[in-house]
């Protein structure tokens, strides 16, 4: 990166950090500044999860509704972007969550040197995610799997099979390295997968059953 940009971005955290400051001490004004600094942001990051303008401002909203009564988180907080990114993350997965329309890219595939795109798949032997989502107990499942990620594979596993964020992409938007994005997802993968084993092989199972009572 070069020094410009560098010093670029250190500008930008250090004015987040004056601008929470001054929020916490009760200015107003300091809380519209960020609001209006991060707006976009948040909401393209909203958009590019639900996948419907309406239901992405009323992500937005919310998520900044949340980093108003935040106070005292805001104050221990040295970078804010990441925070919020966090917050507006976990609120589309949740609102994904209740509406079940997600698609998920292949969990069993690895990402690859570029991170192309992957199948849109939960598994290779498991069927398409609208048929897996179908059964309620393997969708809360899949949700609980997801939900219980650390919070950074979380991030990492909502931009790249949520959102269908590049590798680079997603290394930009949470600011680290596309190394750290690739294990990030690697281990996340790893995580829902064992979760899941179960369920796949009760539905390996039960196709196996199905099949032997048709022949």
């Known amino acids: 990166m070069r020094r410009e940009g560098i010093q670029g971005l250190s ?19 300091a809380f519209e500044s960020l609001y209006q600094k991060h707006r976009r942001a948040v909401y393209l990051r909203a958009l590019g999860m639900v ?3 309406e239901d992405a401002l009323d992500v937005v909203q919310e998520c900044f509704m949340r980093v108003s009564k935040s106070a005292v988180k805001l104050r221990q907080r040295r970078k804010f972007r990441p925070w919020l990114m966090k917050i507006v993350t976990n609120l589309c997965l949740k609102h994904l969550r209740a509406k079940s329309t997600v698609q998920l890219v292949s969990l069993s595939e690895p990402s690859g040197n570029h991170c192309e795109r992957l199948p849109r798949q939960i598994a290779d032997e498991s069927p398409q995610p609208a048929e897996v989502l179908e059964n309620s107990e393997i969708k ?5 799997a997801i939900s219980s990620l650390p919070s950074k594979q979380r991030e990492v596993f909502a931009s790249r099979c949520v959102e269908g964020l590049s590798c680079k992409e997603t290394a930009e938007a949470i600011n680290c390295s596309e190394r750290t994005v690739k294990l990030r997802l690697a281990r996340a993968k790893s995580a829902i997968q064992e979760q899941m084993m179960p369920y796949r092989k009760l539905r390996l199972r039960k196709k196996k059953q199905s099949r032997a009572k048709n022949s």
């Open 11 to 29: 500008n930008s955290i250090n004015d987040d950090a004056k601008l929470v400051k001054m929020y916490c001490q009760g200015d107003l004004k």
């Open 51 to 53: 996948k419907d303008k």
């Open 140 to 144: 809360q499942k899949l949700w609980q």
